[in-house]
């Protein structure tokens, strides 16, 4: 379970933990935008505001952990790899439980 995730193991759980805190905020911030509460700022405020959001959500939230959560030993994105290469509904499940890499089967 939890306690033996490979991600646990090699010390990147911190990685996980920005990434969501980027993700939750950059998502709050978009749809602050969405919903209207941003219509009486400059058009290029708001621009600017939007696509904040959308960096933090999509680059700090997907693409960060995606290229920086990897195999100690081989190297192999493991994030990249659950949403790239496991089926969907079972892809964050299997990423937060998995306890050795599929590449080469390092436990940690
Ligand atoms: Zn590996």
Redesign the pocket.
């Known amino acids: 379970m939890w306690t033996t995730s490979y991600v646990r193991k090699s010390g990147q759980c911190w990685k996980l933990v920005i990434a969501a805190v980027l993700l939750f905020s950059g998502g709050i911030l978009v749809a602050i935008m969405a919903s209207g509460r941003g219509n009486n700022l400059e058009p290029g405020t708001f621009t600017t505001v939007l696509l904040a959001g959308l960096f933090l959500c999509l680059g700090g939230g997907l693409a960060w952990p995606a290229y920086s959560i990897r195999?100690r030993?081989?190297g192999?994105k493991l994030f990249w790899h659950a949403l790239s290469a496991r089926p969907h509904h079972d892809s964050i499940e299997w990423f937060l439980l998995v306890d050795s890499?599929p590449?080469?089967g390092?436990t940690r």
């Open positions: 195999c030993s081989c192999l890499c590449g080469c390092a």
